[in-house]
Every structure is written in structure tokens, then in C-alpha cells.
């Protein structure tokens, strides 16, 4: 069965410096992996996607993560933070279903606090 | 927001009553997820529809019931509200060139007293 661990509840990183949101996961053929980004009283919204071919993956807003098949992880990271980064992160896996679509597992989440 | 609305956006409502919460699209997809969102546990998948009036329970879906009579409206049901259902729900759709990335409403947060 497919599942997804955030291992850090909270990151807090100073503005200017990078920042790195942990990510591991099981699945049991190809991986899916997604990055959403929740600010308050808001739906997620899509940050970037692993489906296949390069390791680095670049996504919205200076994002990237890296995929990384021997460490079953995706970790987020940017090189820079900025205060407004300040948001609640999902990592996500997702695996096809029978009936067609995909079945996605969420991580229970990470707040991620950039500090001015 | 992806051309996603919930109804409505805020409900309190009492234990034991039944309540409908409804998700539209306009963007005619053919996928449609219900999730409920509570600290600790991130997403977790109540029901999804993979068509019109094709449907199928996700790992939270005791105690709701959805239905799908057209493509754009996809309607959750607490049969009988209890207070362990107080959580915000979100509803999500699947682009079919775009799988299995998903777009996310902007949520109902619900209490049940």
C-alpha cells in the first residue's frame, strides 16, 4: 500500500536562506509525486510533479524538488526563502486505479515558517 | 481556483442532522474527489466519482454518501451529522491530459454541535 511520511511538523528557516520540506514514500510500482501548497483559508494549489525523466524538478514560485529513487524521497527546496513562502506544504503520491484516475495519499503536512 | 465552487463555505449545524455540501466545475472533468482535512492527518480521500453517477468510497467514507446525477456537481452527504465529522472539506477535480494532478476548491469548513 502506497503512504507518505513529512517527517518535520514545523520548519522555520530565516528569509534569505534555503529551505528544505522532507518527503519520503512507498509505493509499489512507479511513483506519482506531488508538491501542494495551502496558504490560509485556502484550497491547495499544484507546486510541481514527478512523473518520470530528470531527478530535479523545477515547479512554481523558485521551487524544485528532488526525487531521489534509492531514498524513496522528494524532498522540497528553494535556494532563497522569502516571508511570503510561509505556508502549510503537502507532499503527495498517487498510483493508478482500476477504474481509471489515480488513488493520491497526502502527508499529514509541514508548516513551513520563513522568518523576516 | 480552477473554475471550482463549494456551497457552502461555512455550515454549523447540529448532531444527527443531515447536511449536503456541493462541489460545481465548469471545466467538464470527468474526475471529482471529496477530501476532509483535519490537523494531523493532511487529506484523506472520502468518495470520488469517475463519471457521471459512477462512484466509488475512499478510506474515510463511513458515515457519507455522494452522488453524481451531471457531470459538473458532485454532492456529499452526512447522513447523520456527528460531531467527530467537524473538519473542512475540500473538493478536487482531475484534467484528463493533466492526471493525476488535482485542483482544489476552496473548501467548507463544517462544525457539527
Known amino acids: 500500500a502506497q503512504s507518505v511520511a513529512q517527517p518535520e511538523d514545523q520548519v522555520n528557516v530565516a528569509e534569505g536562506n534555503p529551505l528544505t520540506v522532507k518527503c519520503t514514500y512507498s509505493?509499489?510500482?512507479?511513483?506519482?509525486l506531488f508538491w501542494y501548497v495551502q496558504y490560509p483559508n485556502r484550497g491547495l494549489q499544484f507546486l510541481l510533479k514527478y512523473i518520470t525523466g530528470d531527478n530535479l524538478v523545477k515547479g512554481s514560485y523558485g521551487f524544485e524538488a528532488e526525487f531521489n529513487k534509492s531514498q524513496t524521497s522528494f524532498h522540497l527546496k528553494k535556494p532563497s526563502a522569502l516571508v511570503s513562502d510561509s505556508a502549510l506544504y503537502f507532499c503527495?503520491?498517487?498510483?493508478?486505479?482500476?477504474?481509471?484516475?489515480?488513488?493520491?495519499?497526502f502527508g499529514a503536512g509541514t508548516r513551513l515558517f520563513v522568518k523576516a | 481556483d480552477a473554475g471550482i465552487t463549494q456551497s457552502p463555505r461555512h455550515k454549523v449545524t447540529e448532531t444527527g442532522t443531515p447536511v449536503t455540501l456541493r462541489c460545481h466545475q465548469t471545466e467538464n472533468h470527468r474526475y471529482m474527489y471529496w477530501y476532509r482535512q483535519d490537523p494531523g492527518h493532511g487529506l484523506r480521500l472520502i468518495h470520488y466519482s469517475y463519471g457521471v453517477k459512477d462512484t466509488d468510497k475512499g478510506e474515510v467514507s463511513d458515515g457519507y454518501s455522494v452522488s453524481r446525477s451531471k457531470t459538473e456537481d458532485f454532492l456529499l452527504t452526512l447522513e447523520s451529522a456527528t460531531s467527530s465529522q467537524t473538519s473542512v472539506y475540500f473538493c478536487?477535480?482531475?484534467?484528463?491530459?493533466?492526471?493525476?494532478?488535482?485542483?482544489f476548491g476552496p473548501g467548507t469548513r463544517l462544525t457539527v454541535l
Open positions: 503527495a503520491v498517487s498510483e493508478t486505479r482500476n477504474t481509471g484516475g489515480f488513488k493520491t495519499i
Open positions: 478536487a477535480i482531475s484534467a484528463p491530459d493533466r492526471l493525476p494532478e488535482q485542483f
Open positions: 509505493v509499489s510500482g512507479n511513483p506519482y
